[in-house]
């Protein structure tokens, strides 16, 4: 079974510094990749995904992500973080089946603070 | 607004009561996820369905079931409710499985009291 390991439950960072939200899973093969985004009280809005080919992809609000297939990462960044991107973010990993049967697996979450 | 609609918004219950949690997915999407967060469990996957039929589950109850009707919504029957079930619970929807993007909905907090 697939599993997600986000190491870092609170990151805090200055407004306008730079950032990188770590995520390590574990899949037999090469699996779906996301991380979501969850403001209070809203549902999870997804930043990015990787499926397959160039390893470094771009997603919604300046981030983009990178896959490690030899580190079984997928880190999130973003070069200069905004007040606006405090939240709970979320990696997570599906399995490839052909009829992309299987629900998401979610890591436990990285709460980011944005400091003035 | 990401075109998953879930309803209610909030539920307050009674232990050993039973709920009914509905999703409407977007438009055109033809697969309906149900995913439980809790504090203690993190984001959960409970049961998948595609087209009117289930499909995958995960950790999902016995006291817990779902089903998809042919309009493509969907609910979520939980039943003998326990304080434990407090959560907030997701829907998603996407146009086939998981190689296609996955959209949620705003939730359904439970409270059980």
């Known amino acids: 079974a697939q599993s997600v390991t986000q190491p870092d439950i609170h990151i805090t960072v200055s407004e306008g510094a730079s950032l990188e939200l770590r995520c390590n899973y574990s899949?037999?093969?090469?699996?779906?990749l996301f991380w979501y985004v969850q403001s209070p009280g809203q549902g999870l809005q997804l930043l990015l995904k990787?499926?397959?080919?160039?390893?470094l992809v771009q997603g919604i609000k300046g981030f983009e992500a990178e896959f490690k297939r030899s580190q079984s990462s997928f880190n999130l960044r973003k070069p200069s973080v905004h007040w606006s991107d405090a939240a709970e973010y979320f990696c997570?990993?599906?399995?490839?089946?052909?009829?992309?049967?299987?629900?998401?697996?979610f890591g436990k979450g990285t709460h980011l603070i944005i400091q003035p | 607004d990401s075109g998953v609609t879930q309803t209610p918004k909030h539920l307050i219950t009674a232990t050993g009561q039973r709920v009914t949690l509905r999703c409407s997915p977007r438009?055109?999407?033809?697969?309906v996820y149900w995913y439980q967060q809790s504090l203690d469990q993190g984001l959960q996957f409970l049961i998948q369905?595609?087209?009117?039929?289930?499909?995958a589950k995960g950790n999902i109850l016995e006291r817990f079931s779902a089903q998809q009707f042919p309009d493509l919504h969907s609910e979520l029957n939980l039943s003998s409710l326990e304080l434990g079930d407090s959560a907030l619970y997701f829907c998603?929807?996407?146009?086939?499985?998981?190689?296609?993007?996955?959209?949620f909905g705003q939730g359904t907090r439970l409270t059980v009291v």
């Open positions: 369905y595609y087209n009117g039929e289930e499909r």
């Open positions: 990787y499926f397959s080919g160039d390893t």
């Open positions: 997570a990993v599906g399995a490839q089946s052909g009829g992309g049967a299987d629900g998401l697996t």
């Open positions: 998603a929807s996407s146009v086939r499985g998981l190689n296609t993007e996955a959209f």
């Open positions: 899949y037999g093969a090469t699996p779906y």
């Open positions: 438009s055109g999407d033809l697969s």
